[in-house]
C-alpha cells in the first residue's frame, strides 16, 4: 500500500495522484488540467451571475459537461474504482 503525504497545498486530495515516476523524475499531470480549469470558472461564474444553467447557451452546456466529466476522471476514487469494476467483472467471468 502506497502512502501519499499531504499539505495545506492541496488540501482534500493526496499528493502526487495525476503523477508518475519516469527515470527517477516525477512527471505531474496536473498541468494539462488547467484549461479545465480555467473553462470551469468561466462557466461557475456564469451560472452565478445569471443564477440559472438556463441561460447557458449550446456551446457553455457542451462545455460545461466536459469540464464536469474531466473533474471526475481526475479524481483517484474514480480512476480505482473503475480498475477494481473491470478485475471484479473479469474474475466473476472466469469462473
Given at each position: 500500500?502506497?502512502?501519499?503525504?499531504?499539505?495545506?497545498y492541496?488540501?482534500?486530495?493526496?499528493?502526487?495522484?495525476?503523477?508518475?515516476?519516469?527515470?527517477?523524475?516525477?512527471?505531474?499531470?496536473?498541468?494539462?488540467?488547467?484549461?479545465n480549469?480555467?473553462?470551469?470558472?468561466?462557466?461557475?461564474?456564469?451560472?452565478?451571475?445569471?443564477?440559472?444553467?438556463?441561460?447557458?447557451?449550446?456551446?457553455?452546456?457542451?462545455?460545461?459537461?466536459?469540464?464536469?466529466?474531466?473533474?471526475?476522471?481526475?479524481?483517484?476514487?474514480?480512476?480505482?474504482?473503475?480498475?477494481?469494476?473491470?478485475?471484479?467483472?473479469?474474475?466473476?467471468?472466469?469462473?
Open positions: 500500500m502506497r502512502s501519499f503525504n499531504s499539505s495545506i492541496n488540501a482534500g486530495c493526496e499528493n502526487q495522484v495525476n503523477s508518475i515516476e519516469v527515470g527517477g523524475q516525477t512527471v505531474s499531470f496536473e498541468g494539462l488540467f488547467q484549461t480549469d480555467d473553462q470551469l470558472a468561466r462557466l461557475l461564474n456564469t451560472i452565478r451571475r445569471n443564477r440559472s444553467l438556463a441561460q447557458l447557451n449550446a456551446e457553455d452546456r457542451i462545455a460545461l459537461s466536459e469540464v464536469v466529466a474531466a473533474q471526475i476522471i481526475r479524481t483517484k476514487m474514480v480512476r480505482t474504482t473503475m480498475r477494481s469494476i473491470a478485475e471484479q467483472l473479469s474474475e466473476s467471468l472466469r469462473n
